[in-house]
């Protein structure tokens, strides 16, 4: 069995496994805010790797963009798992209002004015009840929105945390592997270079990615991570804790 083979297959084992776990938590995922938010994430990091899966190693390089959304998922999770972890999720869920209420400012043109300010009206509703978890006093005295749901403003920042609380170091090549991923999504000058032969004329490269299964041995240890994250957390590790740890010892042998 090839390399990519192997991991395609595991990876599949890996959604499979998600799917079980996500029936399992979901009757019971409201009982506690980390556990809903868990189950979220779950669920977002499941559907990504099935995109990457689809994608396979033909597409690759577009599947680098879809890694990146499952890395910072996974950044996100491990950083509210850190500590006060009821609060964190809480936060993370309440913020929603106020993210509503920035995009409907935002499309302020786009609305009837009457229409435009009963929208308005209804999203500073909600706004005002979660005012106690996200206004602040600057050194002015002034009251102000927080600018985002974490306290560690920056995924580089949360990231920083949750290496720190695993290891006490904090090693950049994570961090960097992100930004790595993101110059796909951004569409800049780099990702040109990525797809583009420097030849005159110009030619398009046939495979973007150097090692074009990276995509998916990644979605595969992202996913598997966050099954046993929310397996933890919902209580349910003991019941698929033997098909967790096959998947993570079958990990390696797609890095040989």
């Not at 990876?11 to 805010?33: C, D, F, G, N, Y």
Request: aromatic residues 8%; proline residues 2%; contains cysteine.
């Amino acid at each position: 069995m090839t390399n990519e083979l192997r991991a395609r297959s595991y990876l599949h084992q890996s959604i499979a496994l998600a799917r079980k776990l996500e029936s399992r938590v979901s009757p019971l995922a409201r009982k506690t805010k980390l556990t809903f938010v868990g189950l979220g994430f779950l669920i977002r990091n499941r559907r990504l790797a099935q995109a990457i899966l689809r994608l396979g190693s033909a597409h690759a390089y577009e599947g680098r963009m879809l890694l990146r959304s499952m890395l910072e998922i996974k950044i996100n999770y491990s950083w509210i798992r850190i500590c006060d972890r009821e609060r964190r999720a809480n936060r993370f869920i309440k913020f929603h209002s106020l993210e509503q209420l920035k995009i409907l400012e935002g499309l302020s043109d786009f609305y009837d004015p009457t229409e435009y300010q009963l929208k308005l009206k209804s999203f500073k509703t909600k706004c005002a009840k979660v005012r106690h978890l996200f206004r602040h006093r600057n050194k002015e005295g002034r009251l102000k929105w927080d600018r985002s749901w974490a306290s560690s403003a920056s995924l580089e920042s949360r990231l920083r945390d949750v290496l720190k609380s695993e290891t006490g170091n904090y090693d950049a090549f994570l961090y960097s592997l992100y930004r790595w991923t993101s110059s796909a999504i951004h569409g800049g000058i780099h990702s040109f270079s990525e797809v583009l032969d420097p030849v005159n004329p110009l030619k398009v490269k046939s495979q973007p990615e150097s090692n074009p299964v990276a995509q998916i041995v990644g979605a595969y240890a992202i996913l598997i991570s966050t099954i046993k994250a929310l397996a933890m957390d919902a209580k349910e590790l003991v019941s698929i804790e033997a098909e967790i740890l096959r998947l993570e010892d079958a990990l390696s042998q797609t890095k040989e």
